[in-house]
């Protein structure tokens, strides 16, 4: 993972002249005046953690899995939001760990809580580093330091149930790798986010990852039958079946916890056959209302394809609809949507017949395999276009929400008046990634110029846009978690009596505060 971008630095690419000049023209965007820095050259706070402490650690892991050299530091800072990369790429590295901590068992995360606690200092669950909520910084107000505890070797597929369809894996697995191991035995968790290749099993499940094929093989909180927690006050075992009357799902309390409460050990999925088939293509709707409804009718008649997307006419337009053709504007009018479907030949044919009718019905005009064959090739790509404007001079971020139907034409555009009303006048596009018969999500993607002070600059704005998805009637988050850039927004969300439950969980599980401190669980004034 490139350590002030996304993924892979070989296939970080400069823009083309003609998009640059269009940049420039439509939003004013000019090139930094400062270059990105090296690695060398990130400037880190000095490492504050007792040697006594160090030597604690190492007994427990083992000398080789307790790193404080610069390099692990930077590449453990932070997450992978705009802001995050901004700072980076200035060098700014002021949110570094003292150290890297990896360890090897359940048993070695107890005693390295243990032994956290038992010193103050904080400990920074970290998986593929793919946050964007702020996720990954911890509060030091009031800690004798900070480890990232990275669960890189928790990387076993454990078990696997073909009676029951579930497996057991633990959670630092990459995406590309769980699924290279489930392949082996002819399946698949169905996971895909956008994140997909650098994204862990743990983190999936510590922010309520969505894939984007959720349509057909549900959210990953969905597949989550149990897990084993560590937490500081020992271990919870949870799921002992499919479903249960035994009281509240505890279950529950870690999903979406982002690592405040405890940290996953272990993951006990439920997985589904490998599919013999699979077909993509594109439809054209008139419109984004159009294209809405149509979406809908599928999710309430139960005619759901695997995967499922509508861009607005903008996204369509400059072409992110079809990722692999990113920043290319196009003379397409209207909204692509996109239809995937998996499984046996039988079942495909089945799923693309229903849902035709339903589209066809609507309004909707076939366009053919290109349009979905396309998305599928770019499936993973923006973010490495992010970077790439980022360099351009160019402000990019993305944010997503979730509503009913019915409020959805308001939520839809309460965030794009909230972008422009504090950007000027930005490229704002939207498309809908997750359906379900009650409502769905709106995943925005937004492109303007840079000010002077383009970290004050965002932060305004994404306070505005926070501020108009709860008048709306909006979640502040669907899939991307809270972190710390949503926790004030969630605060709201969830009332003064949720905030106090929450509370209440961390103070139980977590006496000493030090998971995760300043994220997801507003702190006491």
């Known amino acids: 993972m490139l350590w002030s971008g996304w993924g892979d630095p070989a296939r970080a690419a400069e823009l083309p002249e003609p998009v640059r000049t269009l940049l420039h023209d439509m939003l004013g965007v000019r090139p930094p005046q400062t270059p990105a820095v090296s690695l060398g050259e990130v400037r880190l706070p000095a490492a504050s953690l007792p040697e006594h402490v160090l030597a604690e650690l190492r007994g427990v892991v083992g000398t080789g899995h307790v790193r404080s050299d610069d390099e692990a530091r930077v590449r453990h800072t932070r997450g992978k939001s705009t802001p995050d990369l901004m700072r980076m790429r200035a060098g700014d590295g002021s949110d570094a760990p003292d150290a890297v901590v990896l360890p090897g068992s359940h048993r070695e995360v107890l005693d390295v809580l243990r ?9 920074v669950p970290f998986g593929g ?3 964007v909520v702020g996720g990954l910084v911890a509060s030091r107000r009031g800690f004798a330091g900070v480890v990232a505890l990275d669960l890189a070797r928790l990387d076993r597929l454990v078990a696997v149930d073909t009676d029951s369809m579930v497996a057991e894996l633990e959670p630092g697995l990459r995406a590309p790798q769980a699924e290279r191991l489930l392949a082996g035995h002819g399946l698949t968790l169905g996971h895909f986010p956008q994140s997909f290749e650098y994204a862990t099993l743990g983190g999936f499940a510590a922010a309520r990852s969505s894939g984007q094929a959720s349509a057909g093989y549900g959210r990953f909180d969905d597949m989550v039958v149990g897990m084993t927690v560590a937490t500081p006050r020992g271990t919870l075992d949870l799921g002992r079946a499919p479903r249960s009357a035994a009281g509240p799902d505890l279950r529950q309390l870690v999903l979406g916890s ?23 293509e594109g439809w054209r709707f008139e419109s984004f209302a159009a294209g809405s409804a149509a979406l809908r009718r599928l999710a309430q008649e139960d005619a759901l394809p695997t995967v499922l997307r509508l861009s607005d006419e903008t996204e369509t337009m400059v072409g992110l609809a079809r990722p692999d053709r990113a920043g290319v504007l196009t003379s397409d009018t209207g909204c692509l949507a996109v239809t995937g479907y998996e ?21 909707g005009v076939p366009l053919g395999p290109e349009p979905g064959e396309s998305w599928t090739r770019g499936r993973y790509s923006a973010p490495y276009l992010r970077d790439s404007l980022l360099a351009a001079g160019a402000t990019v971020e993305t944010l997503e929400t979730a509503g009913f139907w019915s409020g959805l034409p308001r939520l839809y555009d309460a965030v794009r008046l909230a972008l422009r009303d504090s950007l000027g006048s930005p490229l704002v596009m939207c498309h809908i990634s997750h359906v379900y018969g009650t409502g769905a999500s709106l995943y925005f993607t937004v492109v303007t110029a840079q000010s002077d002070d383009p970290l004050a600059q965002w932060a305004a704005a994404k306070r505005s846009v926070n501020d108009a998805i709860l008048r709306a009637g909006g979640t502040i988050s669907h899939h991307h978690g809270v972190g710390r850039d949503h926790r004030e927004a969630y605060a709201a969300e969830v009332g003064e009596l949720g905030v106090e439950i929450l509370r209440g969980v961390k103070e139980r599980l977590d006496p000493a505060g030090i998971l995760n401190p300043g994220v997801l669980v507003p702190p006491r004034n």
Do not use: D, K, N, W
């Not at 993951?267 to 993509?280: D, S």
């Open 115 to 123: 032994v956290c606690a038992g010193h103050r200092v904080a400990v």
């Open 129 to 131: 580093g793919t946050s």
């Open 258 to 280: 982002e690592g405040a409460f405890g940290v996953i050990t272990s993951l006990r999925l439920r997985v589904r056959r490998a599919p013999q088939e699979r077909v993509y």
């Open 343 to 363: 499984g046996t030949a039988t079942r495909t044919r089945e799923l693309r017949e229903r849902a035709a009718a339903v589209l066809a019905e609507l309004g």
